[in-house]
Nanobody, 126 residues
Framework: QVQLVETGGGLVQAGGSLRLSCAASGRTFSFSSSAMGWFRQAPVKEREFVASISWNTHYGESVKGRFTISRDNAKSTVYLQMNSLKPEDTAVYYC????????????????????WGPGTQVTVSS
């Protein structure tokens, strides 16, 4: 089993920044070998891919150039730096993990991930 806990959400004005963190744990979980992703879900909308990190980094079109995903394998933590936030970025942000990845594949689908955190709310006011 893998446990994921997101922190760093909150209320911010448009144009501001937030950094989300996701700490992963699990007795047999090899964080450095895992693919990690961030998704978000706004009310009455489907869960949307935001960013992933595995053999490379990959971003959803709506966040390219504004968000940056990174990881610290020593801390088993993945981060999402969000800059130039817009009201349409308001959503619950979820961290996700899969226990392995393959080179050349982009993990952008909900079904690509095995484990999910409970989510953290991000609200961007206009």
């Amino acid at each position: 089993q893998v446990q994921l806990v997101e922190t760093g959400g909150g209320l911010v004005q448009a144009g501001g920044s937030l950094r989300l963190s996701c700490a992963a744990s699990g007795r047999t979980f090899s964080f450095s070998s895992s693919a990690m992703g961030w998704f978000r879900q706004a009310p009455v909308k489907e869960r949307e891919f935001v960013a992933s990190i595995s053999w490379n980094t990959h971003y959803g079109e709506s966040v390219k150039g504004r968000f940056t995903i990174s990881r610290d394998n020593a801390k088993s933590t993945v981060y999402l730096q969000m800059n130039s936030l817009k009201p349409e970025d308001t959503a619950v942000y979820y961290c996700a993990a899969r226990t392995y990845y393959s080179f050349g594949y982009y993990y952008t689908e909900v079904k690509d991930y095995y484990y999910w955190g409970p989510g953290t709310q991000v609200t961007v006011s206009s």
